[in-house]
DNA sequence: AAGGCGGTCAACCGCCGGGAT
DNA sequence: CATCCCGGCGGTTGACCGCCT
């Protein structure tokens, strides 16, 4: 069954909003605030969907924001966070204040992406594109094998790990400083991966499972222990977390409301690998994003000129985003 | 001068999550 | 618990504009 409609689409005017339009609905705004959108067309005497009347006043008409060209840092903050967070454009916006989620999503489509592009590094997955086209070209020279079969050091199947992930350890400080074979599981799982979880052939909104995307070869033992390992320790970044936002502004998590803490620790104690383990991290990922945990993930990423300022020399590893857009 | 073309950006569409009932 | 409703989100569209031939 699907949802009716939000309003009665014949007797709603479409297009461009006209000043007069505009001036009825900052009066309304401006004297009775937001919210009840749905209502605001007919109280304000707009023959608008109430939906269009949100989106324009959030994205042109709402005071204090910012129609002046991005600036620099601006750009470098985009790129930054896109790396980190993918399409997700409001949690962006939300770290450039005056700037919508719709100004950074047409910047980043018309501007950034091409930049990046002209710059040899793939807008989708911030790697290098030499890097990716050598990838491909490695797996189409590779013979299809059993997975059951793999070999140690064999072929790892094409892995759909999302970068964001790997950030987000980062930004949560959950990544301790990684072995020596801890970066040769995460430099093959994360070689073609996308930038969202929720990307083409997986599906809208599906959710990835590690255990998809790993061979039961030694690599994917070394990866799921790992994965187990940082349960452990995004149950510690939760319950310092709380400690963290109620200082900072940011939200905090509650105690005992924190469902969260127990998707990522709770299930830690139970030992809960392998397919379950790895979902309930991702689905703590998710939590912790959804309690806006994300800010102070951002922020810590942020702060952390070695994460993705790049201390490494090797085009592999982290460190090619910032600083190319300054080169102009 | 006019038509084609590409870039930009405001606006729309459809889906989803969460709160209310 | 199921359903409804609302706000929010990301993807996409289409109008507009400037440049080029």
Not at 244 to 255: I, L, P
Not at 277 to 303: N, S
Not at 308 to 325: D, N, Q, T, V
């Amino acid at each position: 069954m699907g949802r009716p409609p939000c309003c009665d689409k014949a007797n709603v005017k479409k297009g461009p909003w006209t000043p007069e339009e505009d001036a009825k609905l900052l009066a309304y705004t401006s004297t009775h605030g937001t919210g009840n959108w749905t209502n605001v067309p007919q109280r304000a005497g707009l023959k608008r969907c109430g939906k269009s009347c949100r989106l324009r006043y959030t994205n042109y008409l709402r005071p204090n924001l910012k129609h002046e060209n991005f600036t620099q840092e601006e750009e470098d903050l985009i790129v930054t966070l896109h790396a980190m967070l993918g399409s997700r454009w409001s949690l962006i916006a939300n770290q450039l204040p005056g700037r919508t989620d719709n100004d950074v999503k047409n910047y980043w489509n018309t501007k950034l992406s091409k930049k990046l592009r002209q710059r040899g590094i793939d807008p989708i997955t911030h790697r290098p594109i030499a890097d990716l086209m050598h990838s491909i070209g490695a797996l189409a020279i590779r013979p299809p094998q059993p997975a059951s079969s793999s070999p140690n050091g064999g072929y790892l199947p094409a892995p759909a790990l999302p970068l964001v992930h790997d950030v987000a350890y980062h930004a949560a400080g959950m990544l301790p400083p990684k072995t020596e074979q801890q970066q040769v599981v995460i430099a093959r799982v994360d070689a073609d991966a996308p930038a969202s979880p929720t990307t083409t052939e997986h599906g809208q909104g599906q959710q990835l499972k590690w255990s998809d995307f790993l061979a039961d070869d030694a690599a994917a033992a070394a990866a799921a222990a790992e994965a187990q390992q940082q349960q452990v320790v995004l149950g510690q970044y939760h319950h310092e977390a709380s400690a963290v936002g109620a200082g900072s502004g940011v939200a905090v998590y509650g105690a005992g409301s924190s469902s969260s803490a127990a998707a990522a620790g709770g299930d830690v104690g139970g030992g809960g690998g392998g397919d379950d383990g790895a979902a309930a991290f991702i689905d703590a990922i998710l939590d912790c994003d959804k309690e806006t945990g994300v800010d102070q993930l951002i922020a810590e990423l942020l702060a952390d000129p070695a994460y993705y300022a790049g201390s490494s020399s090797s085009s592999s590893e982290m460190g090619w985003g910032m600083g190319l857009l300054n080169a102009d």
